[in-house]
């Protein structure tokens, strides 16, 4: 499978008074949430309000920043989550914790960020 975009916009859920910011993030469903660059968090005004430790593709172990919650929408949708700043990151990813409260998925034919259930945003709830 080749690499998905998506354009997403990012705000600070706590403080207003900074412009959202829009961003091409690489939709990664090997990640489990939201990574973005520590000039997007600078950016965004985004605390830091813990450390995590992460393991990262090529394999190796590093301690990266958890941020306040961050709004993410893409189109008609929108999710609230922590992000992680991983040290050296140039990309935002988009991971499979907003990917699956957002009811979004990869389709592997047109390679594509599309809504599980076509336009409508539904949820299970057991």
């Not at 593709?57 to 992000?83: H, L, M, S």
Request: aromatic residues 2%; negative net charge; contains cysteine.
């Amino acid at each position: 499978m080749g690499t998905v975009h998506a354009e997403i916009t990012l705000k600070n859920v706590k403080d207003d008074s900074i412009a959202p910011e829009t961003v091409t993030a690489v939709v990664d469903t090997g990640a489990m949430s939201l990574v973005i660059t520590e000039e997007l968090r600078q950016k965004l005004g985004l605390a830091v309000i813990g450390e995590r430790t992460a393991h990262i593709a090529n394999g190796q172990r590093v301690t990266c920043k958890r941020t306040d919650a961050v709004e993410i929408k893409w189109k008609n949708r929108e999710t609230v989550i922590p992000a992680l700043v991983i040290p050296g990151a140039e990309k935002v990813l988009l991971g499979a914790i907003p990917l699956e409260d957002m009811d979004l998925m990869v389709n592997p034919v047109t390679q594509e960020l599309v809504g599980v259930h076509g336009d409508n945003v539904e949820y299970m709830v057991l």
